[in-house]
């Protein structure tokens, strides 16, 4: 089953948490332990050497009643499981417990090992040897502290129990405590730190899931049902805005892409619409052609023939005018069909653009048309049939003329864009494109001129363009007119494309 990306960083970063806390708790623990164990050795050993000194006194007196019954009153603690005082070879002299009094102890007893150990007595010890931590056949641990009772001048001195001076030890105090409460201690701090530390990392895990989730898998989601409807053919799906980390970037840069492929779409759809279009335009007017031609000849002939008040004459005159508009008609289904390569030589589209104005302006038409062009030249050259071009730009213009036909203006603008295509925008003051209508603009025979018109201006300037590898553009519907912009690639047709073109024509 697959996890989400929210599950597996929640996973992970919950592993590294976990991981941290417990190295943390695992040193604070120890840490403490040691501490705790230092504290408690330190403890015996202060507790060791007041007894040894409390002890003195009866010992110099040799009153071992005083003695018995110190060892005993300190031994009865609740931690402390036995006081032993040791001679020189090892027999218990004095003990807490009445049951170790004159039993000798091994000399591999714990107690005796610090002095014993190396075989020979030791006459300093070392202070690491005074300390033993031990657990027992139960797993419970203890803690032994030894404090050796050396010999003083009062101890070779005194008259009831001498010792020669040449005895360095006496003895040796030994102490045993139950380390039980002290691991039990330890115990409770490992399960309060374990659930502490299981607590934090489910609230840190729950808190980063919340977190994740909103902030990448929702986001994350959105790309997935983004993907899957452009897959599925839907090009309008937009993904809405998720911010400005790189996913929102990623989210925009999808809904570039599918602009752009819509685009392209339409713009493949178009050209196979028109290609066919052309194809089927191109038998219709080679067949209608020559009949028509013929019908207009003796139309013409008869209407020649005829005296004015012929009562055949007005009908001659509408088979003639009739048939003129179907030729041109017929004509332009030629040209639109006609599938002569682009004849490329270097030059400016600014000429190319100020020559179609100034065969425009010769026409008594646009009188009432005003045009509005820059003045800057910084384009680069491309490579262009100047001729088609200025066909583009003409039916553009024959357009905003129709479409304002008291009079107007007509704004032509030329830019280089960023990604190296030449802009030419054409906008009239007209009324515009409507909304429902925009897609439909280059379909061969689309007109809103009735029968002032044959639909296929729009068609023949996406066609030219097409050829030099550009594209048309509709401006916005807002722009208080109609806008059409002319793509132009800076490299345009090579003259290899142009030959391809011209040998694969019809």
């Known amino acids: 089953m697959p996890r989400s990306i929210a599950f597996k960083l929640v996973l992970g970063i919950g592993a590294i948490v976990a991981l941290f806390l417990g190295t943390c708790a695992y040193l604070n623990i120890s840490h403490g332990e040691d501490a705790l164990i230092e504290e408690t050795v330190q403890g015996g050993r202060l507790l060791t050497d ?49 049951t170790d009094l004159d039993r000798k102890v091994d000399r591999d007893a714990r107690a005796c090992i610090g002095c014993h150990g190396s075989g020979r007595p030791v006459e300093v010890l070392d202070p690491d040897s005074l300390t033993d931590i031990y657990a027992d056949s139960k797993g419970s641990r203890h803690l032994q502290l030894i404090d050796p009772i050396y010999n003083e001048p ?67 989601r959105s790309l997935l049902e983004g993907t899957r409807r452009v897959a599925d053919g839907d090009l309008e799906h937009r993904i809405p805005p998720l911010g400005n980390d790189e996913i929102g970037k990623l989210a925009d840069s999808f809904n570039r892409m599918t602009a752009r492929l819509g685009e392209g779409r339409d713009q493949l759809m178009q050209s196979e619409k028109l290609a066919s279009l052309g194809k089927l335009s191109a038998g219709v007017a080679h067949e209608l052609n020559n009949p028509l031609t013929s019908i207009l000849v003796f139309a013409s002939s008869m209407l020649n023939k005829t005296t004015p008040d012929d009562p055949n004459r007005e ?18 289904l030629l040209d639109f069909a006609r599938r002569t390569p682009p004849s490329i030589r270097e030059g400016h589209i600014e000429e190319v653009v100020e020559a179609s104005v100034a065969i425009a302006r010769r026409q008594k038409a646009f009188d009432r048309i005003d045009f509005n062009i820059p003045d800057s030249r910084d384009l680069p050259v491309l490579p262009m049939d100047q001729g088609q071009l200025q066909q583009v730009f003409l039916n553009l213009f024959v357009n905003s003329l129709d479409a304002m036909p008291e009079g107007g203006s007509i704004h032509i603008d030329w830019r ?59 401006g916005p519907d807002n722009c208080n007119g109609a806008s059409f912009t002319i793509r132009l690639p800076a490299g345009g047709l090579t003259p290899a494309e142009t030959a391809d073109d011209a040998n694969s024509g019809d």
């Open 416 to 474: 280089l864009a960023d990604d190296g295509f030449v802009e030419v925008n054409v906008r009239d003051t007209g009324p515009g494109i409507p909304e429902d209508i925009r897609g439909n603009v280059f379909e061969p025979f689309f007109s809103t001129k009735g029968h002032q018109g044959t639909g296929l201006g729009l068609s023949i300037v996406w066609g030219i363009v097409e050829k030099h590898g550009g594209t048309v553009l509709i």
């Open 315 to 332: 009908g001659l005159e509408v088979i003639v005018k009739e048939g003129q508009r179907c030729r041109e008609v017929i004509a332009g």
């Open 154 to 220: 009062e101890c070779s001195r005194a008259p009831c129990h001498v010792h020669p001076p040449s005895q360095k030890v006496l003895g040796v105090l030994d102490l045993q405590m139950s380390l039980a409460r002290f691991d039990a201690g330890i115990n409770r701090t490992r399960v309060r730190q374990f659930i502490f530390s299981l607590t934090l990392i489910s609230m840190l895990s729950l808190l980063l899931y919340l977190v994740i989730h909103r902030m990448v898998s929702r986001p994350i």
């Open 50 to 98: 007041s007894v040894r000194r409390g002890l003195r006194y009866a010992m110099l007196r040799d009153d071992r009643d005083a003695v018995t019954h110190a060892l005993k009153s300190i031994g009865g603690r609740d931690d402390l499981e036995g006081i032993r005082i040791f001679n020189k070879n090892g027999r218990i002299m004095f003990s807490s417990r009445e």
